[in-house]
């Protein structure tokens, strides 16, 4: 999967102060500790939806989104895979760059916990699979 990342962009996009803990590897993210080693496919990067949108619930300017997705490592010529709760920024990304391959993922990383779990593997090493160490 991380060679991948080479060619795609895989975007996350959840509510801002719940995703940067999970995401930036300074707290657990409620998956089960002892089937998936981390909380975050390698390679995706984040976009909080709430980050694109103005506070006059509009969104931002299209100038100031690109910006704002370029930072994260976004690459327009590169096909986009984003998740069920990134609907909001696969519609932005559809009609700020329509000649970009865009697909939305329509699950969540609790069901790649069941059915893929190897690829839920960066991140910070949940506890309890730490503690399996010591037994």
Known sequence: MANLMNFLNVIQCNIQDYVYVHFNNEQECGLNAFVVPGCRIPGTHNVPSNELVGPDGLLLPQEEIKTKLSEAGF??????????????????LDNFFPNAPIKMYNGSLKEMEIHAPERVSDGVTPIAASLNAFF
């Not at 690459?75 to 932005?92: G, H, R, Y």
């Open 75 to 92: 690459d327009e010529k590169k096909p986009t895979i984003t998740e069920m709760q990134a609907s909001i920024l696969s519609t932005i």
